[in-house]
């Protein structure tokens, strides 16, 4: 399983990016798919998830409102929508993957993922 995720780059506050993340070897539909970022000198932290496609998703509250997570299937493609961007959304932003469906309660924890992107980075300038 190989996860490639693209789609960063330098922008200015209150601009938008769309993060992807392309996966091969799995089939998405059937999987829990996440988005976790890491800033400087900061723990990784889950940003959104979703445990199958077409069910709810689950989001970090510091990002509610502005981010929306989706994947299309036939693409095999994990997406991040960022709106409204902030410089507290500055960070390395990582997809993971989870072989099957995560219980809930595990969503957020990244030791739950089996496969992980390399990371895209966002900067988000004031």
């Known amino acids: 399983v190989q996860l490639q995720a693209f789609g960063g780059g330098l922008v200015q506050a209150g601009a938008y990016l769309r993060l992807s993340c392309e996966v091969s070897g799995r089939t998405l539909s059937t999987d829990t798919m996440a988005w976790f970022r890491q800033a400087p000198g900061k723990e990784r932290e889950f940003v959104a998830g979703?445990?199958?496609?077409?069910?709810?998703?689950y989001y970090t509250d510091s990002v509610k409102g502005r981010f929306t997570i989706s994947r299309d299937n036939a693409k095999n493609t994990l997406y991040l929508q960022m709106n409204s961007l902030k410089p507290e959304d500055t960070a390395v932003y990582y997809c993971?993957?989870?072989?099957?469906?995560?219980?809930?309660?595990?969503?957020?924890?990244?030791?739950?993922?089996?496969?992980w992107g390399q990371g895209t980075q966002v900067t988000v300038s004031s």
């Open positions: 993971a993957l989870k072989r099957g469906r995560l219980i809930l309660s595990s969503l957020r924890q990244e030791v739950s993922y089996d496969d």
């Open positions: 979703q445990r199958r496609s077409g069910e709810t998703t």
